[in-house]
């Protein structure tokens, strides 16, 4: 997670504004569904579970679409541009841009058909048949899972951890605000996990632990933590961690 997706931690940043709807507007649930169709319809399906073949329903995607995709789009953004846009308006454009470089259609196509749906002229696509349609609700009933064997933890519960900073990616699930601090481990998941995608530099991509780091506020903040905060506990997989040494 680059800077302007994770803040928390950051200080200064004045009220937060939380919206309790998940959908604002009707276009949002359409997004959603687009990317859900997206998923449902993965190459990266066929090794996550036996027995889905995407290809056999009828689909002409034949693209890998995950969590991490959505993810490395939002963080492509400029920064300034990301504060600007709505929650859903970033998944819109992160999927835009996908289709483009793709070559599912071009950029002239894209902004063709905003223009007519925008002036109401235009009519959106169709579900691609049956096929298609039980695929999809298989996935959302059935899911995947990146879970890969059991665990093989480095660190035992109990262990004091330094987090590593690894060079930033095009996509990274590390916090900045918790590169170069100490934390202890307070569990380890039951099963190495494997991530969407390899994220490059920082080691994510083969089935790793994954921990619950616990983190005291003054480890984090310093002098400037509140007086008797609770503890910060975050997920972090095992290449981010590294022993603590005094």
């Given at each position: 997670?680059?800077?302007?997706?994770?803040?928390?931690?950051?200080?200064?940043?004045?009220?937060?504004?939380?919206?309790?709807?998940?959908?604002?507007?009707?276009?949002?649930?359409?997004?959603?569904?687009?990317?859900v169709a997206l998923m449902g319809l993965s190459s990266s399906l066929?090794?996550?579970?036996?027995?889905?073949?995407?290809?056999?329903a009828g689909t002409t995607?034949?693209?890998?679409?995950?969590?991490?995709?959505?993810?490395?789009?939002?963080?492509?953004?400029?920064?300034?541009?990301y504060f600007k846009f709505r929650y859903y308006e970033k998944w819109l454009g992160g999927i835009?841009?996908?289709?483009?470089?793709?070559?599912?259609?071009?950029?002239?196509?894209?902004?063709?058909?905003?223009?007519?749906?925008?002036?109401?002229?235009?009519?959106?696509?169709?579900?691609g048949g049956a096929g298609i349609d039980d695929?999809?609700?298989?996935?959302?009933?059935e899911g995947d899972s990146p879970r890969r064997g059991p665990a093989?933890?480095?660190?035992?519960?109990?262990?004091?951890?330094?987090?590593?900073?690894?060079?930033?990616?095009?996509?990274?699930?590390?916090?900045?605000?918790?590169?170069g601090h100490r934390g202890v481990i307070q569990s380890v998941a039951e099963g190495n996990y494997a991530y969407f995608c390899s994220t490059g530099g920082d080691g994510l991509g083969d089935p790793v632990p994954v921990y619950v780091v616990r983190f005291e506020p003054a480890e984090i903040w310093g002098d400037t933590a509140e007086a008797g905060p609770s503890p910060l506990y975050a997920e972090l997989y095992e290449p981010y961690l590294l022993p603590a040494t005094d």
């Amino acid at each position: 997670m680059k800077l302007q997706h994770a803040l928390g931690g950051l200080e200064g940043l004045g009220p937060v504004d939380f919206e309790k709807n998940v959908f604002v507007e009707d276009w949002e649930k359409r997004i959603f569904g687009i990317h859900v169709a997206l998923m449902g319809l993965s190459s990266s399906l066929r090794d996550s579970l036996p027995g889905y073949d995407p290809q056999a329903a009828g689909t002409t995607f034949r693209s890998t679409w995950t969590w991490a995709d959505l993810r490395k789009g939002a963080e492509a953004m400029n920064p300034f541009d990301y504060f600007k846009f709505r929650y859903y308006e970033k998944w819109l454009g992160g999927i835009s841009a996908y289709c483009v470089e793709q070559g599912y259609l071009s950029a002239d196509e894209l902004a063709q058909a905003a223009g007519q749906l925008h002036e109401g002229t235009g009519t959106p696509p169709s579900s691609g048949g049956a096929g298609i349609d039980d695929q999809v609700i298989r996935y959302l009933r059935e899911g995947d899972s990146p879970r890969r064997g059991p665990a093989t933890p480095r660190f035992p519960v109990g262990d004091t951890v330094l987090v590593a900073d690894p060079p930033h990616g095009a996509h990274t699930r590390l916090p900045g605000y918790l590169r170069g601090h100490r934390g202890v481990i307070q569990s380890v998941a039951e099963g190495n996990y494997a991530y969407f995608c390899s994220t490059g530099g920082d080691g994510l991509g083969d089935p790793v632990p994954v921990y619950v780091v616990r983190f005291e506020p003054a480890e984090i903040w310093g002098d400037t933590a509140e007086a008797g905060p609770s503890p910060l506990y975050a997920e972090l997989y095992e290449p981010y961690l590294l022993p603590a040494t005094d």
